[in-house]
C-alpha cells in the first residue's frame, strides 16, 4: 500500500483489491529471487474516518477474498501465505487482524493449506496473554514465529513479561522446526543485540551456531 497515506498492507481494506494483487505479484518476483518460500499478506488498517464496527463485515469479506486468492497464486509457486495479527492496544490501534483467535478464524474461513499463522509472541502477549495454551492450541496453524520482550519489545533477555527459555522449549517440545524471527528494536546494535542467543546456547550445552558440545 502507500505508507506515506498511512496504509498498512492491504489485504483487508476494501476496493483496493487491484493495488494488493499488484502488490502481490510485485512479493513473489522479490521472494523467488531470494528464495524465502513465505509471505506476510498484511491486513491493513482501518480506513481513516470509520468505526470499526461498521466495517468489520467487509473488511472480513475482502480479507477472505484476497486471502483466497493469494492462496491460489502462491500455491503455483509453492510458497506459504502467512497472516499476522498485530496488538491494537500499543503498536497499531487501526490494524484490523489483532488477534489469534481472531486470524485462525479467517484461516478457517478461507479454507486453503498453505495459509498459515505468523505468530508474533509479542502481540499477542499484550492481546491476550495465556501464551502457552495459545501455542498449544494454534500450533497446527503456525508456519512462522515471532519475538520481543514485552513490554520494550527489546531482546528476549531484556527485562519484560516474558519467560523465553521456557517458550523455546516449548516450542521443541510441540515440534516446532521452523525459523523463529528475531522481531525486536535492539538496545545497541544488530550484534550486540544477538549476544543473548550466545548465552542461551551456553545455557542448554551448545556451542554457537547451536551445536551440540558433546557432538564436538
Known sequence: GDQEAGEMGLA???????????????????AKAVGCPRIHLMAGRVPLGTDRAAVAGKM?????????YAADLLAQEDMIGLVEPINNRITDPRYFLNTPHQAAAMLEKVGRPNLKLQL????????????????ETYFPLIGHIQIAQVPGRHEPNSPGELNFPYIFKLLESLGYTGYVGCEYAPKGDTLEGLSWLRS?????GLQHGGTSKAAE
Open 120 to 135: 508474533d509472541l509479542f502481540h499477542c502477549q499484550i492481546m491476550d496473554g495465556n501464551l502457552s495454551r495459545n501455542l
Open 60 to 68: 472480513e469479506t475482502t480479507f477472505i477474498e484476497n486471502l483466497r
Open 200 to 204: 542461551y546456547w551456553e545455557s542448554r
Open 12 to 30: 483487508a481494506v476494501p476496493w483496493r483489491q487491484a493495488a494488493f494483487r499488484e502488490g502481490l505479484a510485485a512479493a513473489v518476483q522479490y
